[in-house]
């Protein structure tokens, strides 16, 4: 089965200093991996994946992640936090496995951005 | 030009009623979905349809039944509403069944049972 853990629910930044949300993944086997970010009244919207290669993966509106196969994260960062950048973020996984079409999420972090 | 487009955005309605949401897609995409977002913001995949074929049916009371009338359409119909049901429910589409690729969301469908 597949997981995926968000420890925390709530990260409080102030404006211009860098941002972490961490996820952590359990898979059986290889994993593809996304962020996600939710505003208020709206949907999801797709912010970067992780699918093979280089292990930093650039996105949009400036976020990075980096996926680290020996301690099964994949946190989401970016180097100045703007307010704008407040916001629900998810991450999701999916095992590299033919016939599961599954994309788990986590819980969510709510990441808020003190100007 | 939306992307993916769910109707009604708001739906409000008495226990033991019948309804149902429309979703429709204009990506191209041959794969769509259903999720559940509940009130702590949990999220949560209910159903999946490849080509108007059923391939994800998570553990989803049978009072909720999909309908896909071909690719770029997937409706929720839900009989007999229960308090519990209240939730945003999302449509989401992707393409080749989402294996390497990212899924696009609607807007949601606010479902306010009272």
């Known amino acids: 089965a597949q997981s995926v853990a968000q420890p925390e629910d709530q990260v409080n930044v102030a404006e211009g200093n860098p941002l972490t949300v961490k996820c952590t993944y359990s898979v059986s086997g290889n994993p593809y991996l996304f962020w996600y970010v939710q505003y208020p009244n709206r949907g999801l919207q797709f912010l970067l994946k992780?699918?093979?290669?280089?292990?930093l993966v650039k996105g949009s509106y400036g976020f990075e992640a980096e996926f680290n196969k020996s301690q099964t994260s994949f946190h989401l960062k970016k180097p100045s936090a703007l307010v704008s950048d407040s916001a629900l973020y998810f991450c999701?996984?999916?095992?590299?496995?033919?016939?599961?079409?599954?994309?788990?999420f986590g819980t969510g972090t709510r990441l808020t951005i003190i100007p | 030009d939306t992307a993916v487009s769910q109707t009604p955005k708001y739906l409000v309605t008495q226990m033991g009623n019948d309804k149902s949401i429309k979703c429709e897609q204009n990506l191209g995409h041959d794969t769509m979905y259903w999720y559940k977002q509940d009130s702590k913001k949990f999220l949560k995949i209910m159903f999946s349809?490849?080509?108007?074929?059923?391939?994800i049916n998570e553990t989803v009371p049978n009072r909720f039944s999909p309908k896909s009338p071909d690719k770029a359409h997937l409706n929720l119909h839900i009989n007999s509403l229960e308090l519990g049901d209240s939730a945003v429910y999302f449509c989401a589409s992707s393409q080749d069944l989402g294996r390497r690729g990212e899924q696009y969301f609607g807007p949601g469908t606010r479902l306010t049972v009272t």
């Open positions: 999701a996984v999916r095992e590299q496995n033919f016939g599961n079409e599954k994309l788990t």
């Open positions: 349809y490849n080509n108007k074929e059923l391939i």
């Open positions: 992780y699918i093979t290669g280089d292990n």
